[in-house]
């Protein structure tokens, strides 16, 4: 397996507390991406990252935000977070520009929003 | 933007039965093919990708997909299941930066 991991695991929180994830990799893979998978919907694309300080929106944005500051580490912030927010989420890498056109995806956060 | 649609939501078969699960994705232009499976609990896994050359590509664990351009299709094949296949099975395609993923097929294969 790719060296990815996600942190917290599993998390409960509140309707209107923020909330961060953080995705780390060790594999120096230039794209790093958030998803959430909810029943019936697959992955759904939250925001992705293709170097340092460089993000772009998915389609489902509203309402997360994320930061890249080094190459290891992509955070997914909750602003204020919903039970719409419930779900699990994803983290995924790849680097076309090194033949890893594919997506390796870490184990995942199962965050409940009450 | 892309859309790639899986259209059996789920699927039930008995040991030994072949599978075929479909996909169909939107964008005419160049694109590359994949299909992940989730096992119960777990995280997507890659059981193979097209991303030019023989439209026929072979996977691990005897999984196939056949690429047909003219019908935008790149649907996942295996001759004979086994239990241990019971899993969801998304398909996903690529092109400028972003994936696209279908919404899942649920397989399940009774012993």
């Known amino acids: 397996d790719a060296g990815i991991t996600q942190s917290p695991r599993h998390k409960v929180t509140e309707t209107g507390t923020p909330v961060t994830l953080r995705c780390h990799q060790t594999e120096n893979h230039r794209y790093m991406y958030w998803y959430r998978q909810d029943p019936g919907h697959g992955l759904r694309l939250i925001h992705y990252?293709?170097?340092?300080?460089?993000?772009d929106k998915g389609e489902v944005s509203d309402g997360y935000s994320v930061s890249r500051s080094k190459t290891e580490d992509f955070l997914l912030t909750l602003e204020s977070a919903t039970s719409s927010q419930t779900s699990v989420y994803f983290c995924?890498?790849?680097?076309?520009?090194?033949?890893?056109?594919?997506?390796?995806f870490g184990p995942g956060t199962r965050l409940t929003v009450l | 933007a892309q859309s790639v649609s899986q259209h059996n939501h789920h699927v039930i078969l008995s040991e030994a039965a072949s599978l075929e699960l479909g996909c169909n994705y939107s964008?005419?232009?160049?694109?590359?093919l994949f299909w992940y499976v989730q096992y119960p609990g777990q995280h997507l896994q890659l059981l193979l990708k097209?991303?030019?050359?023989?439209?026929l590509v072979k996977g691990i664990k005897g999984f196939e997909a056949e690429f047909i351009k003219s019908k935008f299709s790149f649907n996942l094949r295996k001759p004979s299941v086994q239990w241990s296949d019971t899993a969801e099975y998304f398909c996903?395609?690529?092109?400028?930066?972003?994936?696209?993923f279908g919404s899942g097929t649920k397989l399940n294969v009774k012993p």
């Open positions: 990252s293709y170097g340092v300080k460089d993000t």
């Open positions: 097209y991303f030019s050359g023989d439209p």
């Open positions: 996903a395609a690529h092109n400028f930066n972003k994936f696209y």
């Open positions: 995924a890498i790849s680097d076309p520009g090194r033949g890893y056109n594919e997506q390796f």
């Open positions: 964008y005419g232009g160049t694109v590359n």
